[in-house]
């Protein structure tokens, strides 16, 4: 290894942990927030605020008496409450006077402890529907009609002569924007289709190449196509020398070679350049929250052409923003389960390390792929909390839960038990997903 290689190396690795720091910032820092406003609401007081453990970087001290902190350790964070004796909240001051008392987390009405611990999930909650939200409310929606808005940039032989503002009704018979079993993909490999549009107003026919190219329009990280250093705008135009026209191409090749290396030509920039990688089994999720698993290098392909978007009205982003943290919620429990069935492998448990390389190469493709990504990574956070593990805000609702029908709070002895159980089971967890991220499938 050269010098050159070695500072590559050393600079992607720094971009890769500086971008996931900073997510993993953001996200903590909100999840935080949520449990400290809302016990401020409550009339709880909060000695320290924390974005990282460790040695203090930089503090200071608001009008309220909190402690606002940057600590050396960016990997969490934490509200420290009054009269806790801990960052978990477990614990704290005995025999204070009562009107102090009540402003300390173990002394809180458990309506206020309840809805101050809560709040840190549905502040991640709230941060990815915002995230969702503003990002559908920034791009817009693509019309309901098919729109040619311009044609990526293509090598030659993927020439098109539709004109901005056609609208395409149909590819070589097969109407678009209609569900059926018929599908463009089903159409047997050709470099050119002819295409029924509607030009002010006249229906006629004109020529262009497959609605879906072999063009990289999305990059899956950690993927085969991500590790051999496929980018978007990448067009596939053979595969193991055999010349790809459709995007199906690409997905048949993959799924013949079942694993063996295959040689990819790739189109980049008006320059032709070899590629070699290994498809990989991967456990993929479907809209209907099941999964399925397949033989793919991780790409995703899109129309040769953008489409007409038009604006979204802040309602409609919010509830798309919902239905984005549902979609993300729902595929997440059903990952879990389906790894703790056997249904798919335990490889999709990933750890610190698989998130920071994600958060890298999220970034890498640009400022609104990160940003989703954050979003996606503040529902799962915020889902995890919620587990009812003693450590996690979960473990105190479980707690509060008891309290509430028995009237009495956990014994301190079972209280410590329980969260050292619960911390020595997070630790296994962050073990084998470490283990996951460099041993068992890097």
Not at 355 to 375: E, H, K, T, V
Not at 376 to 382: D, E, L, Q, R, V
């Amino acid at each position: 290894m050269d010098l050159s290689q070695l500072l590559t190396m050393t600079g992607n690795s720094a971009y890769t942990l500086v971008v996931f720091v900073v997510a993993l910032s953001v996200i903590v820092a909100v999840h935080e927030y949520g449990h400290y406003i809302v016990g401020r609401w409550c009339s709880i007081d909060a000695d320290v605020f924390s974005v990282g453990f460790g040695p203090v970087l930089a503090s200071r001290v608001d009008k309220r008496g909190t402690k606002w902190q940057l600590a050396a350790i960016p990997f969490g964070g934490f509200v420290k409450f009054a009269g806790d004796k801990n960052a978990v909240s477990v614990g704290g001051v005995e025999n204070l006077p009562p009107e102090e008392a009540r402003r300390t987390m173990m002394d809180a009405p458990l309506w206020a402890r309840l809805a101050t611990v809560v709040a840190g999930p549905v502040a991640n909650f709230i941060l990815a529907v915002l995230i969702f939200a503003g990002y559908t409310l920034a791009q817009g929606q693509t019309t309901e009609k098919v729109i040619f808005e311009q044609a990526f940039d293509l090598p030659a032989g993927f020439e098109s002569e539709l004109l901005p503002g056609d609208e395409v009704v149909s590819v070589d018979g097969i109407l678009i924007g209609l569900s059926g079993e018929d599908s463009v993909d089903d159409l047997p490999t050709s470099p050119q289709r002819t295409y029924v549009v509607v030009r002010d107003g006249v229906e006629m026919e004109v020529n262009g190449p497959n609605l879906l190219v072999p063009r990289v329009d999305r990059l899956f990280p950690r993927s085969a196509a991500d590790d051999a250093k496929l980018k978007i705008d990448d067009v596939i135009v053979a595969v193991d020398r055999v010349p790809t026209y459709a995007f199906a191409d690409i997905v048949t090749a993959v799924e013949a070679v079942e694993g063996a290396p295959i040689l990819l030509d790739v189109w980049r920039e008006g320059e032709i350049i070899e590629v070699e990688l290994s498809p990989r089994r991967v456990d993929n999720p479907l809209p209907d929250g099941t999964f399925e698993t397949r033989w793919m290098i991780g790409i995703g392909g899109e129309y040769f052409f953008e489409q007409q978007r038009e604006s979204v009205g802040v309602w409609e982003s919010v509830t798309f923003g919902f239905d984005r943290l549902w979609f993300t919620i729902k595929m997440s429990l059903n990952g879990l389960w389906e790894v703790i069935t056997g249904g798919i492998s335990s490889c999709n448990i990933s750890g610190p390390v698989a998130i920071a390389q994600a958060s890298g190469s999220m970034a890498s493709q640009g400022a609104g792929s990160y940003i989703l990504f954050i979003g996606m990574i503040s529902a799962a956070i915020g889902l995890f909390n919620l587990f009812p593990v003693p450590v996690l805000d979960g473990g105190h609702l479980v707690f509060y839960a008891y309290e509430a029908v028995t009237r009495r709070k956990p014994d301190g002895m079972a209280l410590q038990v329980l969260m050292f159980s619960g911390l020595a089971l997070i630790g296994s967890l962050m073990v084998f997903a470490l283990l996951n991220d460099l041993v068992l499938c890097p």
